[in-house]
């Protein structure tokens, strides 16, 4: 059982209950601090962890990865700056496809995919006023939508 809240995850293995925050991901509370809007357990047991700053965390197995950081999408010091193009820092949007891609709607930069292997960005209808991506749903004959809006 995954409970997310906005200073971290925690989760119940059926014996005690077990927190991912600030203290466990060693962030100093400023610069650098857990703001979760999403989450999402794969078809692998991974479990993605949207943060609205610090991008995304990835916790597999008994390790946790600044996904952001590795993939060189996340920018120091712009947590409450609008995020530039290129980087996954406001994740309020975590989905699964049926082909087992991971996507990620971001509050500034769009949607981006996840194949296992490379991420790459998708930007909205440019004419729009916002990127944000809300939530993402996958239909019967797996179209994927995107909700988005101001």
């Given at each position: 059982?995954?409970?997310?809240?906005?200073?971290?995850?925690?989760?119940?293995?059926?014996?005690?209950?077990?927190?991912?925050?600030?203290?466990?991901?060693?962030?100093?509370?400023?610069s650098k601090y857990m703001h979760v809007r999403s989450?999402?357990?794969?078809?692998?047991?991974?479990?993605?962890?949207?943060?609205?700053?610090?991008?995304?965390?990835?916790?597999e197995n008994d390790s946790i990865i600044h996904f952001?950081?590795?993939?060189?999408?996340?920018?120091?010091?712009?947590?409450?700056?609008?995020?530039?193009?290129?980087?996954?820092?406001?994740?309020?949007?975590?989905?699964?496809?049926?082909?087992?891609?991971?996507?990620?709607?971001?509050?500034?930069?769009?949607?981006?995919?996840?194949?296992?292997?490379?991420?790459?960005n998708f930007l909205l209808d440019t004419s729009l006023?916002?990127?944000?991506?809300?939530?993402?749903?996958?239909?019967?004959?797996?179209?994927?939508?995107?909700?988005?809006?101001?």
């Amino acid at each position: 059982l995954w409970i997310a809240y906005y200073a971290g995850v925690c989760y119940y293995d059926g014996k005690i209950m077990h927190n991912i925050n600030d203290s466990t991901m060693h962030y100093d509370g400023k610069s650098k601090y857990m703001h979760v809007r999403s989450i999402l357990e794969d078809s692998k047991g991974r479990l993605w962890i949207g943060n609205n700053g610090i991008g995304l965390q990835l916790k597999e197995n008994d390790s946790i990865i600044h996904f952001s950081e590795k993939y060189h999408l996340f920018r120091e010091n712009l947590f409450r700056a609008k995020s530039p193009p290129g980087t996954l820092m406001h994740v309020f949007a975590i989905k699964e496809d049926s082909v087992g891609n991971i996507w990620f709607g971001d509050r500034d930069t769009g949607v981006w995919r996840f194949d296992g292997k490379q991420m790459k960005n998708f930007l909205l209808d440019t004419s729009l006023t916002t990127q944000h991506i809300w939530d993402i749903y996958e239909d019967k004959s797996g179209n994927l939508l995107f909700a988005s809006g101001d």
